[in-house]
């Protein structure tokens, strides 16, 4: 498994600005590492993520993509993060149906007071991916610059 | 194509430390579209705004990327710099290479890298932004304080001093909160209702306040300036605008056996109560748990002897939608129960008591009549034990709280000097893990309690007690003198952890306003936002933010009163301009968008499209209202034919920044 | 710092850094004065690297194994898992278990309440 030690995933990590944005930035200042493999893009909430933006990284060949969004209940918006649970369990069941690893994908509700939680979400996500190995499935080779 | 700037800040060395940021600055130079890139020490700092502004002249730039600390902390600071530099405020973008890089990186190499990737998806964004302009709102001038205690009343009094209408929401029959139970306040040993009573007195005769007493909020709706909020005012089956507050009703109860809540039940009260001589509003109460009129229909007692006829036995709840433009939130705390902590034997003995039971025994108006007496035979005590850090500084999960509850050393030494100076017979230990006295002559009291008041202060903690015949016994550490202690003591009392209220945290839900792990609410910025909540237009007052002492509350519930006012004293405010906006070419009118809405923004309009042949089609399209909309997105990815996006967070701007992350 | 501070934290489990010194623990202990060294000591010599001392000396079989200071412990230091490390480390050290399971039947007696019995074994043998 050699190729397994030098595969560094690609991760892209949605936090919703209210919560799981600010619990990353908590774990920043806390000082709690996690793998640089993990690029986060700010939404303004969970239920802003559309199931395309997710096949769009799987196609530019992200290895895993992690939603993060306020606890059930905590939404910013009263009910965004309901909605944005019902559509990934819809697209996470189509993954499934394509024939890929549901563990590439994941939801996790993060608050803006788990800076831990963040920092322990993504190394365990990290190394999932690791484990499973690149995305091959879904990367579109054209879509390569080189 | 747009001609960006890239400004890449060092943060001193917070980001210079770990990521190489004149190398950042180098390859974001190399991207498409950027003319300028740099790199400085403080980009916040006015040189650093300088900087910029100099740039977007010099250069043209109609965009700006910002490699610098999380957009939560700078994003206004550096859209204001680049609108007084002429640019539209929302053509910048943040890259977070501080709490998203730097800070949790170790290697330089690596975070260099990703620092590199972060500033590329910002370009990539910005790229794509439009020029936004924000719309206004009206704002409702009225003010909502939830809680009635010393914060409430104080935020509600500032704020109607400076004109605005208030209405304070108390869930207990009273005004008044913890206060009212205190005794005396540390270090001036000034007598608590003697300072609280005539602010509850103010708040009831200012015309600028109401009270909804023995009420509880049930729902909150809108959003900053324009809330509205439904109050469950519960049935006290006494008609506030009839009762005079004459306390007939309260001696003729026949049903004695109440426990008194007031009293922390170390007396009992009857099912008919006014909790405490000087409540406002001094109005009766009726305990629907205790009163046998209203559980099996015999009695009636007090209907008769009211003079006032205000006893209404078939009241209701009632349910009360109020519009207010801001929220303060003044909940509290209570203190934990001691049921996790047997080795106290607070449940065997009643001589074990808590602070603030010891507060109602030590008070005039408490059920001793300020007598100091053992609960359990009325004698007096001569040896007496204080308990610090009771459930405070625990490691977490089941044996208690992790932080230090703050106000426990001080009314711990107040307590004890106190008793020593009325008693002088009685020998009193203290037994303490730190004594803790940040604060304005609370050190200069806590000695005084030692050097002039001979309390025995023992750097121990108390392991274990037991009581037998009659007596405590207490088993403790010396940890100075090293020595285990053995000590006939006729009362122990606890310095209990104190926790935030228990209805907090559903209101956190109502309000959507963060809390913290312990459900203390969490404020904007811990040092430069701290008395407002994350959420806009609630603000936060006293012990529901944190563990504090009286002067601290009083001084946090001004502040809270001072943003209220300044938000009210607005007539519109600005509107976040990332709304949602629909194509109408592309909208079908399926009402998908209007059932997500959680604000209710989205609304259809019949409008006409020119068809082909010169005719007119009249279609029904969806219509957002940006003064109603928050810009959650929920209505984005409703949308099956992909008509509605997000301005400043649109399908195109969040794809084209995973492009840059994945290339 | 001792060599052994490492091992009695990997045999413990135990972090005495946690410890914030409030001698609860040393109040609880029943066993007080028979110890030369009393249970919030242990946790500061194996903080502070002092684990030869704590081996040598016989407090260490005093204890009772009662576990009321984990117990009552607000910060889960447990003191009593620390001693234990300790008395382990040493019959490790010694390389022999000082008691067997099967010398168990020999021990017993209508006054000795079982749990003594449970503890000795505890202290005295390699298992744990």
Known sequence: MQMNQEFKPTIVAFCCNWCSYAGADLSGTNRLQYPANVKIIRIPCSCRLNPMFILRAFQRGADGVILCGCHPGDCHYTTGNYYARRRMTLLFSLLDYMGIERQRTRVEWVSAAEGAKFAATMNDFVDTITKLGPNRRLEDLRCKSE | MQRIGVFVCWCGSNIAATVDVVQVAQALAKEPGVVFATDYQYMCSQAGQDLIGAAIKEHGLTGVVICSCSPRMHETTFRKTCQKAGLNPYMVEIANIREHCSWIHKDKPTATEKAVILGRAAIAKVHLNAPLTAGTSPVTKRALVIGGGIAGIQTALDIADAGFPVDIVEKKPTIGGKMTQIDKTFPTLDCAACILTPKMVDVSQNEKIDIISYAQVEKVQGFVGNFSVTIRKKARYVDESKCTGCGLCTEKCPQKKVPNEFNLGLDTRRAIYIPFAQAVPKVATIDPDYCSMLKSGKCGVCAKVCAAGAIDYKQQDELITREYGAIVVATGFEPIGMDKFDEFAYAQSPDVVTSLELERLMNAAGPTGGTLLRPSDGTHPHTLVFVQCVGSRCDGGEKGKPYCSKICCMYTAKHAMLIRDKYPDTEVYVFYIDVRTPGKNFDEFYRRAVEEYGVHYIKGMVGKVTPQDGKLKVQASDLLGGRQLHIDADMVVLAAAIEPDKSARPLATMLTASMDTNDFFTEAHPKLRPVESPTAGIFLSGACQGPKDIPETVAQAGAAASKVIGLLSKDALTCNPCTAQPDELKCNGCSSCENVCPYGAISYIDKPFRGPNRTTLIRRVAQVNPAVCQGCGACTVACPSGAMDLQGFSNKQIMAEVDAICR | ?128
Not at chain 3, 4 to 17: E, H, N, Y
Not at chain 3, 18 to 28: D, N, P, Q
Not at chain 3, 74 to 84: F, Q, T
């Open chain 3, 1 to 128: 710092m001792s060599q052994w501070t490492d091992t009695i934290r990997q045999i413990s489990g135990v972090d005495p850094r946690k410890c914030m010194k409030c001698g609860k623990c040393t109040a609880t202990c029943p066993a007080y004065d028979h110890m030369e060294y009393h249970p919030h000591q242990f946790v500061d010599m194996v903080t502070t690297g002092r684990v030869e001392e704590l081996m040598a000396s016989k407090g260490i079989y005093t204890c009772l194994t009662c576990f009321a200071c984990v117990e009552r412990c607000p910060r889960s230091v447990e003191p009593a898992a620390i001693i234990e490390a300790v008395r382990l480390a040493v019959i490790r050290q010694q390389g022999g278990n000082h008691m067997t399971p099967d010398q168990i039947p020999g021990l017993l007696d209508e006054e000795l309440p079982q749990q003594a019995i449970t503890s000795a074994l505890r202290k005295y043998s390699k298992g744990g």
